[in-house]
């Protein structure tokens, strides 16, 4: 299940914009997307090894610790220093949303009902000290994210291990956890407490990174952790404000089909503001030249200004990360809990106006089904209640009669007051002209970032209509739709994500069948299917997909932008 740190952080990919580049900010629809997919070959001539790539960013790279990182598939900076059990593909588009094998020889081999996966290491791992990377370093890297003092990591594992719900970690109990084996140096053995066909997935994030238990100096390793990947740390300012990397001399490429390893040496720079960093990348001098970001957008107006200049245009990477943003119900909430009320609301939303609230159509398609539109979620094509372009007024009247309420509605829409054209005021206002039309008044209220975000996540103050969004951990309709749509998912105390409070025992069941298949594919289809099937009772509005438009330096080679992020991948980018 997504955790509040992995939304916020999603989140932060994309409000990262500012206006700096142009004065002020197009009304209109924005510049055209011209059908760019993924990324390109960035400055000509065949990628060479050498140089250093430097990334400016705006958030710095905090607790740069396997175990308390909780990024999609193990994170860009991350991934070039931990390695793990698998990975995923470093391919444009939607080659890359596949998961390939890392440290591990395959995907893992299942048991017949998949609560058993076994897993053989490739020959010739080491750390950056040239000591070999065993299968019991994979089991105490595992273990030690359970520790309360490394919270913040992914928290699949304490659910689907044996034991995993009660284990303090290694410091507390240094028995450890039995539903992890290693029989030997190179085969890892885990046991789940029930069937789990993505288990391939889950074992890309950084828990599985092997840590050598000697070299454990708890709190302390994220200062300088023990590299199983192309790149050790060197350097770790300020809790990850400075991050410099360099070469991992032990590092096999023979092992390792993902990484391409170009540059000599990485040089992370953060705490930027985001217009300066689109500045710096747009004026390309000196380092910056060679230069990245791995978390800063091109804002609408800004991207309008690069639109204009061939040269820059080349320059943007354009990326889609598996990610949709909507209209809640809490049909706990009059007059929310009349699905004609919701239906009426579904007919009347204008999704052109929401698309040029949320900055154009270069930056945001469409949606009307909840899961993305990328075949590794599954998706599958509907759209119960048709707006059009523009919405269907009639159409919502007459539902809204049909509800007893002939003369339409007054009702409250909450939203956050953050800049990240998502859940902020411009949606909301573009959603209250167009209900107006269908003779629903709108008030909007807007709250304060964390406000927001625990007033939508609480069973007791959530509202009754309110802007979401969700991002999944992995390319996959299960972390999408599982915690939003399992009834068994509802947490009365603490963050509840399945805001609709959908508990039906066809769904829960169909979760519990499909997380039974080992087939990716197949589980995909499954997934469509379901998410056509939850959209009947319009619990939510999906309303679009953000697209991402990233700048890189004018020496940059070899970009490369996969569905599983969105982003470019710094594993495969070059300086020479």
Request: proline letters at 6%.
């Amino acid at each position: 299940m997504s955790q509040p740190s992995v939304i916020s952080r999603r989140v932060a990919t994309t409000a990262a914009v500012s206006l700096a580049l142009v004065a002020g900010l197009a009304a209109c629809a924005g510049p055209k997307d011209d059908g760019e997919s993924g990324g390109g070959s960035g400055a000509s001539g065949k990628p060479q090894k050498g140089g250093t790539l430097t990334v400016l960013n705006s958030n710095p790279q905090e607790d740069f610790d396997p175990a308390r990182l909780y990024t999609s598939g193990g994170g860009n900076v991350p991934s070039l220093v931990f390695r793990t059990l698998t990975t995923r593909n470093r391919e444009n588009g939607a080659a890359g949303a596949e998961v390939v094998p890392d440290l591990a020889t395959d995907l893992g081999t299942p048991s017949k009902n998949a609560t058993v996966w076994t897993y053989t290491l490739k020959d010739g791992l080491k750390y950056e000290d040239g000591t070999a990377i065993t299968s019991a370093d994979i089991k105490y890297g595992i273990e030690r994210s359970f520790a309360a003092e490394l919270s913040g990591g992914a928290p699949y594992l304490r659910d689907w291990l044996i034991g995993g719900a009660d284990y303090q970690g290694p410091y507390k109990d240094k028995k450890g956890l039995d539903s992890i084996e290693v029989p030997d140096d190179k085969t890892i053995v885990f046991h789940l407490n029930k069937p789990e066909g993505e288990f391939p997935y889950l074992a890309t994030q950084t828990q599985t990174t092997p840590v050598p238990q000697a070299k454990d100096t708890g709190t302390k390793y994220e200062e300088h952790p023990v590299s199983s990947g192309p790149y050790k740390v060197v350097s770790n300012e300020n809790d990850g404000e400075r991050l410099v990397l360099e070469r991992n001399p032990h590092w096999s490429a023979a092992t390792d089909e993902e990484r391409k390893a170009y540059p000599d040496r990485i040089d992370v720079r953060s705490g930027l503001d985001s217009a300066v960093i689109n500045q710096r990348l747009s004026a390309s001098q000196g380092a910056d030249a060679a230069a990245v970001t791995t978390d800063t957008n091109l804002g609408p107006a800004e991207l309008a200004k690069v639109s204009g200049d061939k040269k820059l245009a080349a320059r943007v990477g354009t990326g889609r990360f598996g990610y949709t943003n909507y209209i809640a119900f809490n049909p706990k909430v009059k007059p929310f809990d009349d699905p004609k009320v919701r239906q009426a609301i579904s007919y009347a939303v204008d999704r052109s106006s929401v698309i040029n609230a949320a900055g154009g159509s270069s930056l945001a398609e469409p949606a009307t089904t909840y899961l993305p539109n990328q075949k590794s979620f599954g998706y599958t094509a509907y759209d119960h209640f048709p707006a059009g372009e523009t919405g269907n007024a009639a159409k919502a009247k007459e539902l809204l009669k049909e509800a007893g309420h002939p003369n339409g509605l007054k009702v409250t829409l909450t939203h956050s007051n953050d800049k990240d054209f998502e859940t902020s005021p411009e949606i909301a206002t573009a959603l209250q002209a167009a209900l107006k039309k269908a003779g629903i008044t709108v008030e909007l209220k807007g709250l304060e970032g964390n406000d927001y975000s625990d007033t939508i996540h609480s069973a007791s103050k959530e509202p009754g209509f309110f802007l979401a969004h969700w991002g999944a951990d992995w390319p996959s309709g299960g972390p999408f739709l599982a915690p939003i749509f399992d009834g068994r998912q509802i947490v009365k105390d603490g963050a509840n994500f399945n805001t609709g409070f959908l508990n039906d025992a066809s769904v829960n069941k169909e979760i519990d069948e499909i997380n039974k298949l080992t087939d990716l594919d197949a589980a995909a289809r499954r997934w469509g299917a379901l998410d056509k099937k939850i959209g009947e009772q319009a619990l939510t509005v999906p309303l679009f997909h953000p697209v991402y438009k990233r700048l890189f330096g004018q020496d940059v080679k070899n970009v490369v932008i996969s569905d599983w992020t969105g982003v470019l991948d710094i594993s495969q980018a070059a300086v020479k």
